[in-house]
T-cell receptor, first 110, second 114 residues
């Protein structure tokens, strides 16, 4: 079963705008991770946030985590056409099994 | 480092055929895993391994076998291919021994079963 669910399923914005994607999950976690997948390629790790952290930054990425609501958000600021990709959240419901959501397809129009 | 490599990139099989998808990593990672990705389904865990000689089932293990004789290699075997196994398969490894550590993904194998 899917542990994480991203919202929205698809998002289309103009270059320079901010993009926000949300992830909800069902069980308690140790960490939550965000990955990016360009079309036809493997997944690339973006950022990991631990369950005792509320916010984390990496370059133009900002991730928040609310364990009481079992939700996370990924904000990409000043989007570029190169940010066009699918974005997945992943949670570790068990120590050895990482569960991915279905992803958000982000399209950044030049 | 080459990272995580997968072969072949593309494969077409007939129903009932068997084959092995290869995965190798040169980062000395203990934890390795296999996922399949279907349209609209995200990634689903097939099997994983926490070290040489140790494997376990993920979410969708039926129809697949794995073994881990070395730290570097983690092949995935399809015993008798079925059209439902048409998918893109990704291998991943990570630095720690837990799924919660950062995963490094291979480029994927696109499999079509006719």
């Amino acid at each position: 079963s899917q542990q994480g669910e991203e919202d929205p399923q698809a998002l289309s914005i103009q270059e320079g705008e901010n993009a926000t994607m949300n992830c909800s999950y069902k069980t308690s976690i140790n960490n939550l991770q965000w990955y990016r997948q360009n079309s036809g390629r493997g997944l690339v790790h973006l950022i990991l946030i631990r369950s005792n952290e509320r916010e984390k930054h990496s370059g133009r990425l900002r991730v928040t985590l609310d364990t009481s609501k079992k939700s996370s958000s990924l904000l990409i600021t000043a989007s570029r056409a190169a940010d066009t990709a699918s974005y997945f959240c992943a949670t570790d419901g068990s120590n050895y099994k990482l569960t991915f959501g279905k992803g958000t397809l982000l399209t950044v129009n030049p | 480092n080459a990272g995580v490599t997968q072969t072949p990139k593309f494969q077409v099989l007939k129903t009932g055929q068997s084959m092995t998808l290869q995965c190798a990593q040169d980062m000395n990672h203990e934890y390795m895993s296999w996922y399949r990705q279907d349209p609209g389904m995200g990634l689903r865990l097939i099997h994983y391994s926490v070290g040489a000689g140790i494997t376990d089932q993920g979410e969708v293990p039926n129809g697949y076998n794995v073994s881990r004789s070395t730290t570097e290699d983690f092949p995935l075997r399809l015993l008798s291919a079925a059209p439902s196994q048409t998918s893109v398969y990704f291998c991943a490894s990570n630095t720690g021994g837990l799924a919660s550590d950062t995963q490094y993904f291979g480029p994927g194998t696109r499999l079509t079963v006719l």
